[in-house]
C-alpha cells in the first residue's frame, strides 16, 4: 500500500510540474540607459562659458512598448518653475539613434543651466527633443544628461 502511495504522489507531483507555467525567476523591465556626463559647474552659470556635450549610439526596440526619456541631474537641482523640464513618455521608431545631451550656461537666463537632449535615427527620418532648464545650489562635481527608461 505505501509504494502505490508513493507512486500516486510522484505521478500526480509530475502531472502539475508538466501542466504549470515554467519560471526561472523575476521578471524585471530592461535596464534604465543614461548618457550623462560629470564635471564641474560652476553655480553662477554664464554665456561665455562653453556648453558641452555627450553623445553616443543606442538601439531601441520600437515594438516592445514604451520609454521614459528624461533629463538628469545629480545631485538634485532646482528646475525652472515656469517651464517645467519636458518629459516624454510613449513609443520610439526602431533603429538605431545617435543619442546627444548638451549642457548651455547661461541659458535661459545668466545663473541657469539649459540640458537639450535629442534623439536622432540614423536614416535621418525621426527626431526627438527635450530641454530642461535648472540652477545648482552651488559650485561643484555634477552629473547632467538625460536617461531613457524602457517601460517593458
Not at 98 to 125: A, F, V
Request: glycine share 10%.
Amino acid at each position: 500500500m505505501r509504494s502505490a502511495l508513493k507512486k500516486l504522489c510522484l505521478a500526480t507531483a509530475a502531472v502539475m510540474m508538466m501542466t504549470s507555467p515554467i519560471t526561472t525567476g523575476t521578471a524585471y523591465a530592461a535596464d534604465t540607459a543614461y548618457n550623462v556626463k560629470t564635471q564641474w559647474l560652476a553655480e553662477w552659470a554664464v554665456r561665455t562659458m562653453p556648453m558641452e556635450l555627450v553623445r553616443r549610439e543606442i538601439w531601441l526596440e520600437g515594438d516592445k512598448g514604451d520609454y521614459g526619456w528624461f533629463t538628469y541631474v545629480n545631485p538634485p537641482a532646482e528646475v525652472y518653475v515656469g517651464a517645467p523640464c519636458e518629459t516624454y513618455t510613449g513609443p520610439i521608431i526602431e533603429g538605431t539613434y545617435t543619442w546627444t545631451s548638451q549642457i548651455w550656461p547661461g541659458y535661459p537666463w545668466d545663473g541657469w543651466y539649459r540640458i537639450d537632449s535629442y534623439l536622432t535615427h540614423k536614416t535621418g527620418g525621426a527626431a526627438y527633443t527635450i530641454r530642461c532648464n535648472f540652477r545648482i545650489p552651488g559650485d561643484g562635481n555634477y552629473t547632467w544628461g538625460s536617461a531613457l527608461d524602457p517601460h517593458f
